[in-house]
């Protein structure tokens, strides 16, 4: 089928290529019956403006870009949805380009971002993610970026995350109003700021009330299954926190093999309805994607429309919500 084009019509109005242009769009130069019968020809003919020319012209893509690390629980798809609702009040379209926790797939997704001339970038790191160097191509094109749910350890970008740290105190001190005394805490990759502002307030709060407690690391519910039946095996624990959903899985299931669901508490992040649906034993934090999305994406439409939008990073408190025992 043919694309029907602003040539067409004016060769059916005979009139030039300008005047369906300016009729289209209700200029006022145009007389009020040659507007009805040009608009008439571009209905009857199925018309469809070309917006992406219109918007080269203008030198706006209405394009969003979103580059997420991968589509692994509900979170991420709630995030999208947070993003979208914005995104679609704005009449942008939005990209997705997952990286799967590749820092190298990270640096090519800001790159086609550049290409494509989005508006604006939102990004969640990688876990490979050390540094935010690879941004300075998008300053270059004057992208504004926002960086959401895994925060940077910079303050060049605007950051919205969820307060990490207040939430991980939060968690220990559930714990000490349970009078758990022999704590486990699972933590993911150490380079990531989402993981030393989590420890950090959990840890802090332990010490400040001289309790004992030891530090795990795990990248998997696999890892965070074997390390926890190790310890429970060795170890005289009561209390035992996750980072995470994908962790809390694998602490959940040895803590439930070992038959102590009883005796052990199970506390930790969780970002979707996994855990509350399935164990409704656990205490959780319960990690909102559609605010944090809907957040992230306003924050960008702040900065598009205001480039001296000062870079901050906006920590949002959500809900410590306690398990059924």
């Avoid at 300053?139 to 925060?151: E, G, M, T």
Wanted: with cysteine; net charge neutral.
């Amino acid at each position: 089928m043919k694309v029907i084009t602003i040539k067409d019509i004016a060769q059916l109005a005979n009139v030039s290529p300008s005047t369906v242009s300016r009729a289209l769009k209700d200029h006022p130069d145009i007389s009020s019956d040659l507007k009805i019968k040009i608009k008439g020809i571009a209905d009857a003919l199925n018309f469809k403006p070309n917006s992406f020319a219109s918007n080269f012209r203008k030198q706006k893509s209405q394009l969003i870009g979103v580059i997420i690390p991968k589509f692994c629980n509900s979170f991420v798809p709630d995030v999208i949805f947070g993003i979208t609702s914005v995104v679609n009040e704005r009449n942008f379209q939005v990209i997705i380009l997952p990286t799967n926790d590749d820092i190298l797939k990270e640096k090519e997704a800001i790159q086609k971002c550049c290409d494509y001339r989005v508006d604006g970038i939102l990004m969640s790191l990688s876990v490979e993610t050390s540094n935010v160097e690879h941004l300075k191509t998008a300053d270059a094109y004057n992208i504004p970026v926002v960086i959401f749910d895994k925060a940077a350890n910079t303050s060049n970008y605007h950051q919205v995350v969820i307060n990490d740290r207040l939430m991980a105190e939060k968690c220990a001190q559930q714990l000490i109003n349970e009078n758990r005394k022999n704590i486990i805490g699972f933590f993911g990759h150490e380079n990531l700021a989402i993981t030393k502002n989590r420890q950090i307030g959990f840890s802090s709060i332990l010490s400040q009330n001289n309790l004992p407690y030891s530090i795990e690391y795990a990248s998997s519910s696999i890892e965070a299954y074997e390390k926890t039946i190790s310890l429970i095996d060795s170890n005289n624990i009561d209390a035992v926190f996750g980072i995470s959903d994908e962790l809390l899985i694998g602490i959940i299931a040895a803590v439930r093999e070992k038959h102590k669901l009883n005796e052990i508490s199970v506390i930790g992040f969780s970002d979707g309805s996994t855990i509350p649906l399935l164990f409704p034993e656990v205490s959780y934090v319960s990690h909102d994607g559609k605010k944090l999305g809907y957040e992230a994406a306003n924050t960008l439409f702040k900065l598009i429309d205001d480039n001296t939008f000062h870079p901050k990073t906006n920590a949002i408190n959500v809900e410590l919500k306690i398990g059924r025992k």
